[in-house]
Nanobody, 123 residues
């Protein structure tokens, strides 16, 4: 499956952005979908993930209560709604799909990655 992420941009602290991740090549309705981010000079980190049906969601402590992951399997698209953004949320955001992995929190279990979209939050 090919993943195309978009929706990044420059926003002031306290603002909101909505990222999208469109899958093509095959249906992704059986995949866990996740979002990771990488800040300058730092390692890629887990942000959030959702089960194949969307019925279960998981968040890192740093974004819990501010970010919401969702998916529309009919549209082969996943979304990341980011509210109350902080400067420390700045980074490149990657969507990823895991067809067989179970460890949603680790990038090792994801076998398809989007190209990343840059989110910059100014203070």
């Amino acid at each position: 499956v090919q993943l195309q992420a978009c929706g990044g941009g420059l926003v002031q602290a306290g603002g909101s952005l909505r990222l999208s991740c469109e899958a093509s090549g095959r249906t992704f309705s059986s995949d866990i979908m996740g979002w990771f981010r990488q800040a300058p000079g730092k390692e890629r980190e887990f942000v959030t993930a959702t089960s194949s049906s969307g019925g279960k969601t998981y968040y890192s402590d740093s974004v819990k209560g501010r970010f919401t992951i969702s998916r529309d399997n009919a549209q082969n698209t996943a979304y990341l709604q980011m509210n109350s953004l902080k400067p420390e949320d700045t980074g490149v955001y990657f969507c990823a799909a895991s067809r067989y992995g179970l460890r949603y929190w680790t990038s090792d279990d994801y076998d398809n990655w989007g190209q990343g979209t840059l989110v910059t939050v100014s203070s």
